[in-house]
T-cell receptor
Framework: DAKTTQPPSMDCAEGRAANLPCNHS???????VYWYRQIHSQGPQYIIH???NNETNEMASLIITEDRKSSTLILPHATLRDTAVYYC?????????????FGTGTRLKVLA | GAVVSQHPSRVICKSGTSVKIECRSL??????MFWYRQFPKQSLMLMAT?????????EQGVEKDKFLINHASLTLSTLTVTSAHPEDSSFYIC???????????FGQGTRLTVV
């Protein structure tokens, strides 16, 4: 299973973009990168995922480097409600056996 | 997104008893369900993966006789913690994925306290 490495914590000013990095240097060619976040004492919430192209949805953008060894999650205009632990996950396995292994995550604090 | 519901959200049980946690997918058929455990200030640890109608696959170090998982239907999986002890107190979270889907959706978690 590919391992992910994230900084343990980050601060971001409200209204500014939050850029959360993730290293996954051992990722293999068919493994997707997923991002989830967990607000205190709740289940994780899906944010976005990608394979090799950059992706954008209503919540965030995902930038994956060309060699796929790292990625960045971008919250374009962070709000106080975005304060959470953000997990970068490499989905392991193949069709029918996928599993989602969580790393230590980044605790993002959005400051007023 | 799809909805996954866990019940109960909180449970307190006496040491030595068993407790069952339910995980339901409300608006999709969950071909695969995952069970996680999370201790305070730690990340989620995958305990097991179950496919509907099959035996669960447990991660290394997880006792399958202690954590019984049943996934008998496409909308329901249960985790039973047998002979619970205080060290089993934790936040248990389920996740479900529909066959062919690229996303897994998580329940709101169950906080188990064994006294």
């Amino acid at each position: 299973d590919a391992k992910t490495t994230q900084p343990p914590s980050m601060d971001c000013a409200e209204g500014r973009a939050a850029n959360l990095p993730c290293n996954h240097s051992t990722i293999s060619g068919n493994e997707y990168v997923y991002w989830y976040r967990q607000i205190h004492s709740q289940g994780p919430q899906y944010i976005i995922h990608g394979l090799k192209n950059n992706e954008t949805n209503e919540m965030a953008s995902l930038i994956i480097t060309e060699d796929r060894k790292s990625s960045t999650l971008i919250l374009p205009h962070a709000t106080l409600r975005d304060t959470a632990v953000y997990y970068c996950i490499v989905r392991a396995g193949w069709a029918g056996t996928y599993k989602y292994i969580f790393g230590t995550g980044t605790r993002l604090k959005v400051l007023a | 997104g799809a909805v996954v519901s866990q019940h109960p959200s909180r449970v307190i049980c006496k040491s030595g008893t068993s407790v069952k946690i339910e995980c339901r997918s409300l608006d999709f058929q969950a071909t695969t369900m995952f069970w996680y455990r999370q201790f305070p200030k730690q990340s989620l640890m995958l305990m097991a993966t179950s496919n509907e109608g099959s035996k669960a696959t447990y991660e290394q170090g997880v006792e399958k006789d202690k954590f019984l998982i049943n996934h008998a239907s496409l909308t329901l999986s249960t985790l039973t913690v047998t002979s619970a002890h205080p060290e089993d107190s934790s936040f248990y979270i389920c996740s479900a994925r529909e066959g062919g889907s690229t996303e897994a959706f998580f329940g709101q978690g169950t906080r188990l306290t064994v006294v």
